[in-house]
């Protein structure tokens, strides 16, 4: 995982993780990356100093320097914790949103999903968007196939 700074083009300061620094372009390319101040999605990595343990601190790392322009305080997170929750309930609504779109918008077949799948994709039955259960040794054999299915996300709230 790599931690970018990040600046909008309304020069608000932000920070995100990415996997590496090709799924960073690869977000950027497609406008998944937002402000999550003001949501733009013209983003750009901030100049940011890199974070050094000296022999005497190992597990403490130096704090980053302050930004060279800080926000507006109206439109400034209260902290590091408060943007990762915004960001967080941002995207758990992002998620909740593919969800119900793909509930609203598929057919429910519960557990004839992975025999439903095949017999759409082999020209047996009409394409139409469909979700429904499969077992993870199902759902593999179903990809050993060449035939794309993806898990419905799962909200924190589903479980309760």
Not at 10 to 16: A, L, V
Not at 64 to 89: F, H
Not at 117 to 128: C, L, T, V
Request: charged share 30%.
């Amino acid at each position: 995982m790599i931690r970018y700074a990040l600046r909008c083009d309304r020069d608000h300061d932000f920070e995100s993780w990415f996997q590496n620094s090709s799924a960073y372009d690869s977000q950027v390319k497609r406008k998944l990356v937002t402000c999550p101040i003001c949501g733009s999605a013209k983003v750009e990595k901030a100049i940011m100093a890199p974070r050094i343990v000296g022999k005497k601190g190992r597990g403490r790392a130096t704090p980053p320097p302050e930004a060279t322009t800080a926000p507006t305080p109206e439109a400034a997170p209260s902290g590091p914790t408060s943007l990762l929750m915004a960001q967080e309930k941002e995207l758990r609504a992002k998620l909740k949103e593919l969800r119900d779109h793909i509930v609203k918008n598929a057919d429910n077949v519960g557990e004839r999903f992975a025999n439903e799948a095949r017999a759409m994709h082999y020209g047996d039955k009409e394409h139409r968007p469909i979700y429904g259960e499969a077992s993870p040794e199902e759902a593999k054999s179903l990809i050993d196939e060449g035939i794309e299915v993806s898990p419905l996300p799962t909200l924190p709230e589903d479980r309760n």
